[in-house]
């Protein structure tokens, strides 16, 4: 092999060890400052890879029957038991995963663009715009958000189908699992979002470098999206961390009671549903696991939320 190709291999190397090496050590400053914040960091990694590689991580299909193994305690074959239907519990925890990663972060993602445009466009024009557009903002969010999200997913279903994967009726475009769910609960969150995304740009609006611009002859699509924008996208960021436990904890709620993805595909709320609730009491495993997975998940996206907000808002200084 030439002198040049092994350099050339080297400097390859050398620039994808070079930002993997940067990373690492952000992270361990962040891990020292704000050590349940990484927790958090580490558990979202950790369900968005289960997620992506459920099939290879998980022992056994979510849906394989074990008709010779029902009810079985946690051991090495079954680390988690089986349910009674002797399918294998911390598979099926495994591939639950898939629900709580792509509704949550959809729905999530769904509000930061929502209410990062309406806060925006509603902070930054003022006058009748702004008093109309915080008028339907409080029409928005007076409805009981669990109410209409129960009804959304009675109306519209949540198993995908129907055009782009919403709704019922012929499928047509991409049919994404929870794609209802991920829709209404990102409508629900933006409302609230909007609002704290709105004052942060009342303040940034009054900053010289604003008027400057407007007096240079920019209008206010530029500015609001070269000026306003990245001065309040710390604030869109740590409300989109924050509401992740919330939307996590909202798609348990609405499998719990029956209105999530619909059997035989696992939801960590469905797998507390059902026979569960009877059999827990002498099977505990079979609510333990679905239930320790809710929990640490909601709380380490919490953490994560409280300590990206105490970092990127210098106001803030949290305990934790």
Do not use: C
């Amino acid at each position: 092999m030439a002198v040049e190709e092994v350099l050339g291999y080297r400097g390859v190397a050398q620039r994808l060890v070079t930002p993997l090496g940067a990373i690492g050590r952000g992270f361990r400053r962040f891990a020292v400052r704000k050590p349940l914040g990484a927790f958090g960091a580490v558990v979202l990694t950790i369900v968005v890879i289960m997620a992506i590689f459920a099939p290879w991580i998980a022992p056994y299909p979510y849906d394989e029957l074990h008709l010779g193994d029902i009810l079985k305690g946690p051991s090495l074959k079954y680390l988690f038991g089986t349910d009674e239907n002797g399918r294998d519990v911390f598979s099926r925890i495994v591939y639950g995963a898939q629900i709580t990663a792509v509704v949550g972060l959809g729905s999530v993602m769904l509000s930061a663009i929502l209410s990062g445009v309406v806060g925006i466009i509603s902070g930054y024009l003022g006058g009748r715009a702004d008093t109309l557009i915080q008028r339907a903002v409080d029409v928005w969010m007076s409805f009981p958000p669990l109410y209409l999200l129960l009804t959304f997913a009675a109306i519209l279903g949540t198993a995908g189908g129907g055009v782009l994967g919403i709704g019922r009726g012929p499928d047509w475009g991409p049919n994404i699992k929870g794609m209802s769910l991920i829709l209404t609960l990102g409508i629900i969150l933006a409302g609230g979002s909007s609002r704290v995304v709105r004052s942060a740009v009342l303040a940034v609006k009054a900053q010289p470098f604003v008027d400057s611009a407007r007096v240079m002859g920019a209008g206010p699509v530029y500015i609001m999206l070269r000026y306003i924008l990245p001065n309040v996208l710390p604030v869109i960021i740590v409300l989109a961390t924050l509401q992740l436990g919330v939307a996590v904890l909202a798609e348990a709620t609405v499998s719990f009671l029956g209105f999530g993805i619909p059997p035989p595909f696992p939801s960590w709320g469905q797998m507390l549903a059902g026979r569960a609730r009877q059999l827990g009491v002498h099977y505990p495993w079979l609510v333990l696991a679905p239930g320790a997975a809710i929990f640490f998940t909601v709380y380490s996206f919490n953490m994560l939320g409280d300590a990206l907000r105490d970092l990127l808002d210098p106001r803030l200084r949290g305990g934790r």
